[in-house]
């Protein structure tokens, strides 16, 4: 495989990383209205809309860590699924948390409640990520050595 294929390939697994994180986000977050929801029609539109703006944003704000991991695995030609199911936990996790910079999810005052199931949620998330993009480009890291 040559490697501008290789790139188009990790490219496309990225996207489709974000919509299966994204998705996962939305569809957790609306579980807990989700009767009412049916019942007014808004599931059809709405929530594809609400898959791909929250997908853009989960790209955009993990595109560079996320970068950073994949050019390691790639490196050193890791394909376990499990490094990508722990590598897109921690970093969704970690991206929860702001790596603690001002202007994080800390800095809104919320329930303590609250925000342990936004981070469960987005732990699991990246989780899924991870397993989507392993599932697309990650079974064939560093192939193109």
């Known amino acids: ?3 501008v294929a290789r790139i188009l390939m990790i490219f496309f697994s990225y996207v489709l ?5 994204a998705a996962l986000v939305t569809f957790g977050i609306l579980a807990l209205d989700w009767n009412s929801l049916s ?3 808004l599931l059809s539109a709405a929530v594809i809309i609400i898959i791909i703006v929250a997908a853009t944003v ?4 993990g595109a560079l860590p996320t970068a950073l991991i994949v050019v390691i695995a790639e ?3 890791w394909r376990s699924v499990l490094f990508y199911a722990a ?3 921690a970093l969704a996790l970690a991206l929860s948390y702001g790596f603690g910079l001002p202007g994080g999810i800390d800095d809104i005052v919320q329930p303590a409640v609250y925000l342990a199931q936004e981070r469960q949620l987005l732990a699991a ?3 899924a990520g991870g397993l989507v993009y392993w599932l697309f480009a ?3 890291a560093g192939s193109w050595k």
């Open 87 to 89: 590598a897109g936990g």
């Open 1 to 3: 495989m040559s490697i």
């Open 125 to 127: 998330s990246g989780i």
């Open 138 to 140: 990650g079974r064939r």
């Open 17 to 21: 990383a974000c919509l299966a994180g």
């Open 58 to 61: 989960m790209g955009v704000v």
């Open 75 to 77: 490196a050193f030609a």
């Open 39 to 41: 019942q007014a029609g």
